[in-house]
């Protein structure tokens, strides 16, 4: 069974003052490495927008400044969209209680809360990982879609390597089925969007 992910995202510790969060956009995206923290789909596939989420809602805030690097996430619109303001516990020290809330993705446990079909489908694993299933709508489409598209990506990589070594048509004959799925998933993707 594919990992759901296969690094977990690790802020840097920047203290820089900034005027608004959002300048901090670069250097959020380095740490999460182009990936959605919630649902791990790279920023690189057309028609996915990628925002900075706060982890711990803006609404809730009450002694972390909301331009506070160590609580921004890079995240998908579908993510951020999905999450909004949700904070059960409406205490900004309290993540999750009763298995209802979030689990910060730099946290090494978030890792644990899914999982990926071999179909790239994220299941959840555990009951607070079924609550942030759902909450943050990680059954949509896209999350499978896109995670095929890396796959068939790194196939035709490998494929193409191949044949550059070793021309000959049963490599062409593999290709092509390849290309064309890549094709399919791409245009899945666009309509998604």
């Not at 740490?31 to 959605?36: A, H, L, N, T």
């Not at 790279?42 to 690097?69: A, C, G, M």
């Not at 179909?119 to 943050?136: D, Q, S, V």
């Amino acid at each position: 069974m594919p990992v759901f992910r296969e690094h977990t995202p690790k802020r840097r510790n920047i203290i820089k003052d900034v005027s608004h969060y959002s300048d901090h956009r670069n250097d959020i995206k380095i740490d999460f490495m182009c990936r959605c923290g919630y649902c791990n789909d790279i920023d690189s596939w057309r028609n996915i927008w990628f925002e900075i989420d706060h982890f711990v809602p803006k609404e809730v805030l009450q002694t972390i400044s909301e331009k506070n690097y160590s609580n921004l996430v890079y995240s998908c619109r579908s993510c951020n969209n999905a999450k909004r303001a949700k904070w059960p516990t409406n205490d900004e020290k309290i993540h999750n209680q009763n298995n209802v809330g979030f689990i910060d993705p730099c946290d090494d446990t978030y890792n644990n809360q899914f999982e990926r079909n071999e179909l790239g489908r994220i299941n959840f694993k555990t009951p607070l990982g079924e609550w942030m299933y759902k909450a943050l709508k990680l059954y949509k489409p896209q999350h499978e879609i896109i995670w095929n598209i890396e796959v068939a990506d790194k196939l035709i990589d490998e494929i193409e390597s191949l044949f550059q070594k070793f021309p000959n048509s049963e490599f062409e004959e593999k290709l092509l089925p390849i290309y064309r799925e890549f094709r399919k998933y791409v245009k899945q993707l666009g309509n998604e969007g």
